[in-house]
Nanobody, 125 residues
Framework: QVQLVESGGGLVRPGGSLRLSCVASGSISDAYALAWFRQAPGKEREGVSCISTSDDGTTFYADSVKGRFTISRDERMNTLYLQMNSLKPEDTAVYYC?????????????????WGQGTLVTVSS
């Protein structure tokens, strides 16, 4: 339904910041929810943050990133963002954006219908 392409990953020192972007080929308003997930080497994919595409823009964050990461969307640009501040080595992972076309916002990977290819974030000194 839409194709998602992430960008913005890279190498950053602990305490630094990065902003990830996810551009959709179609309108992100067609989705009910958008989310960021991450997968570290040898670990399962985990939810980071999600946002509703309704007017209230309800958001939810995993406890591990609450207060450090901010999710946002720009419907005119069909883009989803993840601002990551105060990065820690344990934030190192491939980050994926995803879209869900039914239901409500969740952080369960199995609930999402479309996925990007991922962008690598490495936090290291």
């Amino acid at each position: 339904q839409v194709q998602l392409v992430e960008s913005g990953g890279g190498l950053v020192r602990p305490g630094g910041s990065l902003r990830l972007s996810c551009v959709a080929s179609g309108s992100i308003s067609d989705a009910y929810a958008l989310a960021w997930f991450r997968q570290a080497p040898g670990k399962e994919r985990e939810g980071v943050s999600c946002i509703s595409t309704s007017d209230d823009g309800t958001t939810f964050y995993a406890d591990s990133v609450k207060g450090r990461f901010t999710i946002s969307r720009d419907e005119r640009m069909n883009t989803l963002y993840l601002q990551m501040n105060s990065l820690k080595p344990e934030d190192t992972a491939v980050y994926y954006c995803a879209a869900r076309f039914t239901g409500w916002i969740t952080l369960r990977p199995s609930d999402y219908d479309e996925w990007g290819q991922g962008t690598l974030v490495t936090v290291s000194s």
